[in-house]
């Protein structure tokens, strides 16, 4: 079985167009390839209990990011400020690499 492709990679910034989050900017964390999500700094924050322990004897709450699904987030060009598509493009030295599709800035 093959890995699922997703459009955007770990420390892409981002533009989140669906869900309650939408409007919002952020950066990868981390992408979950085999269910389709991404995680995103900022994002989609939810809390969790924390039980006592010995590292943190007295619990709590804490907010963390929760994964969103890859199509609801599009990746956002830092040179023409907008949130575009990706297309591929090889450079001279046979190098395969992303593009911005609205002004075609090359990104990393």
Do not use: F, W
């Amino acid at each position: 079985m093959t890995k699922p492709k997703v459009h955007v990679r770990k420390g892409d910034t981002v533009l989140v167009i669906r869900g309650k989050s939408a409007g919002k900017k952020g950066k990868v964390l981390e992408v979950q390839p085999l269910k389709s999500r991404v995680i995103v700094e900022g994002v989609n924050k939810v809390k969790r209990h924390i039980k006592p322990s010995r590292s943190m004897p007295q619990g709590g709450i804490t907010e963390k990011e929760a994964p969103i699904h890859s199509s609801n987030v599009m990746l956002y060009c830092n040179k023409c400020n907008k949130p575009t598509r990706v297309g591929k493009k090889i450079l001279e030295d046979g190098k395969k690499v992303r593009q911005c599709k609205k002004c075609g800035e090359v990104l990393n």
